[in-house]
Nanobody, 128 residues
Framework: QVQLVESGGGSVQAGGSLKLSCEAS????????MQWYRQAPGKERELVSE???????TYADAVEGRFTISQDTAKNTLYLLMNTLTQDDTAMYFC??????????????????????WGQGTQVTVSS
């Protein structure tokens, strides 16, 4: 399977920046898309941004132009650069990897389970 570990969260003042990281380990060759989600207290988890293996990216309207998702495939690490943070960005941020079955011997049923796998989350708190 794949394991994800997020880091980089913390407390920052409004207008500031943070860069989150998500390091993947295990059968990373089975990953076809990686995503950042967030969940604020009392709210549902929402998709913030995603990137696929070809590098195509998408962003939620609320973060478009302020956040940048990127990946370093050599390091198996996903990043989220967050600029011009506001209090509305306060949330627990989760990294997710979408796995798929392929012809790779390690990406077959019984070795992995296709679908989403999640990290433990990293807290981002933006103060006024």
């Amino acid at each position: 399977q794949v394991q994800l570990v997020e880091s980089g969260g913390g407390s920052v003042q409004a207008g500031g920046s943070l860069k989150l990281s998500c390091e993947a380990s295990g059968y990373t060759q089975c990953i076809y898309r990686m995503q950042w989600y967030r969940q604020a207290p009392g709210k549902e988890r929402e998709l913030v941004s995603e990137i696929n293996k070809s590098g195509t990216t998408t962003y939620a309207d609320a973060v478009e132009g302020r956040f940048t998702i990127s990946q370093d495939t050599a390091k198996n690490t996903l990043y989220l650069l967050m600029n011009t943070l506001t209090q509305d960005d306060t949330a627990m941020y989760f990294c997710s990897a979408r796995l798929t079955y392929t012809s790779d011997p390690n990406c077959r049923p019984g070795t992995i389970r296709a679908g989403s796998t999640w990290g433990q989350g990293t807290q981002v708190t933006v103060s006024s």
